[in-house]
């Protein structure tokens, strides 16, 4: 079994910082990919950022200059550094963990920016 515990949430102020992790935990030999999604109320679940195995990094076109995605392989974890955070970026924010084609998520972590 696989555990996926994401925290860092909280509330922060237009403009502000916040850097959520994600640990995976249980029966991993290897980690394919890791992302985070997330979901705001009345939308669908959105994909924010996801880095490879191999290091090769995306990011949502909504986050690039502002989010920066991380990640360390050795103890299965991934950071995402959310920087000049804006009101759309409110949503709870879900860790994803693509084990060669086995899928597990987190519970989700509450971002919440206000005006």
């Known amino acids: 079994q696989v555990q996926v515990v994401e925290s860092g949430g909280g509330l922060v102020q237009a403009g502000g910082s916040l850097r959520l992790s994600c640990a995976a935990s249980g029966s991993i030999d290897s980690i394919k990919a890791m992302a985070w999604y997330r979901q705001a109320p009345g939308n669908q679940r959105e994909l924010v950022a996801g880095?490879?195995?191999?290091?090769?990094?995306i990011l949502d076109d909504s986050v690039k200059g502002r989010f920066t995605i991380s990640r360390d392989n050795a103890k299965n974890t991934m950071f995402l550094q959310m920087n000049n955070l804006k009101p759309e970026d409110t949503a709870v924010y879900y860790c994803n963990v693509d084990i060669w084609g086995r899928d597990f998520w987190g519970q989700g972590t509450q971002v919440t920016v206000s005006s």
């Open positions: 880095v490879m195995h191999t290091g090769r990094t």
